[in-house]
């Protein structure tokens, strides 16, 4: 069956330094993959899709990559700001392409 | 513009009692429709999904079912809650395509817990 893994739970950094998070999926080739941003107790937001054919995406100070062949994509912050402190999701399509499989999240902490 | 709602936003529940959260969407026509639960320390799990009133889909094996009597409004029920039903419950929708290619827009939530 799919496999998402968003392998850190909780990455601290500090504030103007990059943040990269990490999505790895196995038994599946998606045709995109998503990300959103989870503040506690509120809905996720979305963020950047990127597709199978893409290899990099950005969008302000967010950059993703897509990498098929590892299957793995990285989610970039440059410039980190304590605001950017959140949850962030990667989510790809189930194997009917009915619905979104979500990971469990990295929360990313940004200290002043 | 698309707003979504969900209500409640918090339901202290015994063990035992039925269940009724409501998910409506206003600004879109036809939207697909899913209900989540995340509970703590556990990932988005998708429960639901709805491309049309009347037509569901069961993504987990469970005592909660869902309807979709209107084109915008989506509810999840049960009959009898469990401890294990607690969680943060998110509604979302997409437009309608081939498939979810689409950005999925999330309600507030509904904080469920059960006693």
């Known amino acids: 069956s799919q496999k998402i893994e968003q392998n850190s739970e909780a990455l601290n950094i500090q504030e103007g330094k990059t943040a990269t998070l990490t999505c790895n999926y196995t038994n599946y080739s998606p045709a995109y993959l998503q990300w959103y941003r989870q503040d506690p107790g509120r809905g996720p937001v979305f963020l950047l899709l990127?597709?199978?054919?893409?290899k990099e995406k950005r969008k302000e100070r967010l950059k993703v990559t897509f990498d098929t062949t590892l299957k793995q994509s990285l989610f970039h912050i440059t410039a980190s700001q304590p605001a950017d402190s959140a949850t962030y999701l990667c989510?790809?399509?189930?194997?009917?392409?009915?619905?979104?499989?979500f990971g469990k999240g990295t929360t990313l902490s940004v200290s002043s | 513009s698309q707003t979504i709602h969900q209500w409640p936003a918090t339901l202290v529940q015994p063990v035992g009692s039925p269940l009724s959260l409501e998910c409506t969407v206003e600004?879109?026509?036809?939207?697909?429709l899913y209900w989540y639960r995340q509970a703590a320390g556990r990932g988005l799990q998708l429960l639901f999904y709805s491309v049309g009133i009347g037509q569901i889909s069961s993504e987990v094996p469970q005592n909660l079912s869902a309807s979709r009597p209107q084109d915008r409004q989506f509810i999840l029920s049960s009959k009898k809650l469990l401890l294990s039903d607690s969680g943060f419950y998110l509604c979302?929708?997409?437009?309608?395509?081939?498939?979810?290619?689409?950005?999925?827009?999330f309600g507030p939530g509904t904080r469920l817990t059960v006693l």
């Open positions: 990127i597709r199978e054919n893409e």
């Open positions: 979302a929708w997409s437009v309608p395509s081939s498939g979810s290619y689409n950005e999925q827009f």
């Open positions: 600004g879109t026509s036809n939207p697909n």
């Open positions: 989510a790809l399509e189930n194997q009917a392409g009915t619905a979104l499989i």
